[in-house]
Each structure stands twice: as C-alpha cells, then as structure tokens.
C-alpha cells in the first residue's frame, strides 16, 4: 500500500471500553500528526510526533493516549471516551514538522461513542 | 471566534456554473493552504500561497492570496461533480510551527 492507511475505518464504541486506532504511513516521513475533524468545527491538530518524539498535545484530555513506536507507525489509544468526543479522527504525515512541508492525510477513523 | 472564517458553509450548484469560496481572518499568515476532502477520505493539499496578491492556477480553479495576507479566495470555473466535496484552507501564522483550519465549505455540484 502507498500513502497513509488508517484501521478501522469505522469504531462504535461505549464509554467504558478500551480501543486503539491504528495510523501508518509508507512513505518515508519523519512527522506525524493525529488530528479531530468534528461537524462544524475547525480541524483540531491534537498530537505530533517528530522523529518518534511527542512535541506537541494541545490540550488534549488523558483519555486520549498517542503512541509512536517508530516512524511509520502512530496510534491513538482510547478510554472512557464522552459522546463529545464523537468524531472523525484524521492522521497525517510530513517530511518534517515544519509547515513548510506538506501534509499528507490518511482517510481518517469515523468513531461513534455511544 | 474562529480563527479562520471560510463561507459559505454550504454551496450547491448547478454543472457548469462558477463559484467562488471565501476564507478570511483578521490575523496575517505567512502562508496559506486550500485542501479538498472528498466524502469518506482526507483532505488532499490543492495549493499553497505564500505571497500577498499571489494568484495560482489549477485547471478550472484559481486560487487568490490577499495584498495583506489575511484572506484568501477560491474560484472554480464550469463546476463539474467531480469538484464536490469540502473545501477547507488553513493558514500558518509567522510565530509558531502549526496550520489553523477553517471550518470548511461544503461544495455540491448537481450534474
């Protein structure tokens, strides 16, 4: 596969469960980025990574949980999640973390927190 | 308040007609993004404006940077289906290493 892949495409979930979205990359870029995408709102950039190393949270809540074991991979752990916290969840991947570099997103996971 | 404010929200149009889609700020940004994101998939990066007045053409779109940086204008000639989807840009501010989004134009080309 070429690009950026997400898994799974869809997640229904309870507030009470534990789950994890799955990110990867293959195309050699050394940032990575999780991104919310809720109706109505802006794109919400959540986390980065730069050379496996986290730089940003912008304020996310703990029950959000990144992980980035090497450069192609990210994932987004999740816990107790809110219904707020519903959305389309978007990764995305750069050379470098500079804006200069574009970014290139994954289709994103649709989560439902029910 | 947002940071970026694209409109209209939604737009639904006949093919073959133009448009034009909005997004403006009152803050400056080194550099601007248009992005499309069809339905089920992620935004794709159409174009990158960097200097004030800059004019880039796409094919049928042209893209507009504003003189002072802080507006930007997308138009689209003879609109076709395929130019449905959400229209988003995101600018980048001179301090700080991040793009802000707007909230997006939701584009509907009937055939």
């Known amino acids: 596969e070429t690009g950026v892949t997400q898994t799974p495409r869809h997640l229904v979930m309870g507030m009470t469960n534990k789950k994890s979205l799955k990110c990867e990359q293959h195309l050699g870029h050394n940032a990575m980025y999780w991104y919310k995408q809720s109706a109505k709102k802006p794109l919400e950039l959540m986390f980065v990574y730069n050379f496996k190393e986290q730089t940003e949270n912008n304020s996310v809540p703990s029950r959000f949980s990144p992980e980035c074991p090497n450069s192609s991979h990210l994932f987004l752990h999740l816990h107790t999640l809110q219904p707020e916290d519903s959305a389309l969840y978007l990764c995305?991947?750069?050379?470098?973390?500079?804006?200069?570099?574009?970014?290139?997103f994954g289709p994103g996971t649709r989560l439902t927190v029910t | 308040t947002q940071l970026l404010e694209q409109s209209p929200q939604f737009l639904s149009i006949q093919e073959g007609e133009n448009l034009t889609v909005y997004c403006n700020s009152s803050?400056?940004?080194?550099?601007l993004q248009w992005y499309r994101q069809e339905p089920g998939e992620g935004p794709v990066l159409l174009v990158t404006?960097?200097?004030?007045?800059e004019v880039k053409k796409l094919k049928r779109l042209t893209f507009q940077f504003g003189d002072a940086r802080k507006d930007s204008s997308l138009h689209i000639t003879a609109a076709q289906p395929g130019d449905t989807g959400l229209y988003l840009c995101?600018?980048?501010?001179?301090?700080?290493?991040?793009?802000?989004f707007g909230t997006g134009t939701s584009l509907t080309v009937i055939p």
């Open positions: 803050s400056v940004f080194s550099s």
């Open positions: 404006v960097v200097t004030g007045g």
């Open positions: 995101a600018g980048a501010r001179n301090t700080g290493n991040q793009f802000y």
């Open positions: 995305a991947s750069s050379l470098y973390r500079l804006v200069s570099y574009e970014q290139y």
